[in-house]
């Protein structure tokens, strides 16, 4: 918007649209500078607004519900094991 | 990074087995998880697990103490995968990078599935809904939403893992991600959320 210069700016001046900045911010790869200009993006884009709260979503609901528990113990102290008698 | 390097340090016993449960082992739950999500199979998992834990340590002079274990580890885990496991299963999937490209220049797809699925369906998804998303989804497309979403890999470390340009991290992803919220929207049919 306005004033603030664009940190998604690339060295070659190549503007990225929307999807593109939604994108390094979902892939975790987007720097402090560019997470605010996009906050500040979000406020007059809705399609921005609502991609972002839905991949956010997905995006918890998969750390919560795929990160599936522990290695079996059995597993571990087999490999433990296994390594403890080769050195 | 390269486990086929010749090995270029040297440790002694004591710092070996220091850097096997220091740094190795730490990882072996999202090692395990990362098993189970490629090969959908808990007896699979653990073998390729072992096999990994195994080969680290015969290649641990490969390694450089303090540097990346994880990524090392996970890149070890997906060669495994590729070369002992697929092979002996036949997985016909070779993605079309094509489409990729022409997908990934298409903005008018995303905002149709974006408005095909909504947020409060998604609460609504407490059972195994996106845990079976994400197994449905092609074991390349599975993979970057895995090493991303649920490990917090950055870009750099993934080409690494995977042997792939970092442009093709990103299209991978991103067709991932819509794949994704395909069969997502699937579900939420199926549970009769409507499209408007
Ligand atoms: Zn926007």
């Known amino acids: 918007m306005s004033n603030l210069p664009n940190p998604f700016i690339s060295p070659s001046g190549k503007k990225p649209n929307c999807m593109e900045m939604l994108q390094l911010i979902l892939d975790g790869q987007a720097t402090a500078d560019q997470s605010e200009y996009f906050k500040t993006h979000m406020d007059h884009c809705m399609p921005c607004f609502k991609s972002y709260q839905l991949d956010m979503s997905i995006k918890e609901l998969l750390r919560t519900k795929c990160c599936g528990g522990d290695a079996p113990s059995e597993l571990v102290n087999k490999i433990k094991s296994q390594i403890a008698q080769n050195i | ?196």
């Not at chain 2, 095909?116 to 079976?132: F, Q, T, Y």
């Not at chain 2, 991103?174 to 409507?194: D, N, P």
Request: glycine fraction near 4%; aromatic fraction near 12%; charge should be negative.
């Open chain 2, 1 to 196: 990074m390269e486990i086929e390097d010749a090995p270029n340090q040297h440790y002694s016993d004591l710092e070996k087995g220091e850097i096997f449960n220091n740094e190795f082992l730490p990882h072996i739950h999202s090692m395990y998880n990362f098993g189970y999500r490629l090969t959908l199979d808990r007896d699979d998992a653990k073998d390729l697990v072992q096999d990994t834990y195994f080969k680290a340590f015969r290649f641990i002079e490969s390694f450089q103490r303090g540097t990346n274990a994880k990524a090392w580890l996970f890149r070890i885990l997906k060669n495994s995968f590729i070369n002992d496991y697929r092979k002996k299963v036949k997985e016909p999937n070779k993605v079309d990078y094509q489409e990729v490209e022409t997908y990934y220049n298409s903005e008018d797809v995303d905002r149709q599935i974006t408005q095909d699925l909504r947020v409060d369906a998604l609460k609504d998804m407490i059972g195994d809904e996106i845990s079976n998303a994400l197994n449905a989804l092609d074991v390349d497309f599975r993979t970057v939403i895995i090493l991303c979403d649920l490990e917090g890999f950055k870009y750099e470390e993934m080409a690494k893992i995977l042997d792939i340009p970092i442009g093709t991290v990103r299209s991978r992803l991103h067709r991932a991600r819509q794949l994704l919220k395909e069969k997502l929207s699937e579900y939420a049919k199926s549970m009769g959320y409507k499209n408007t």
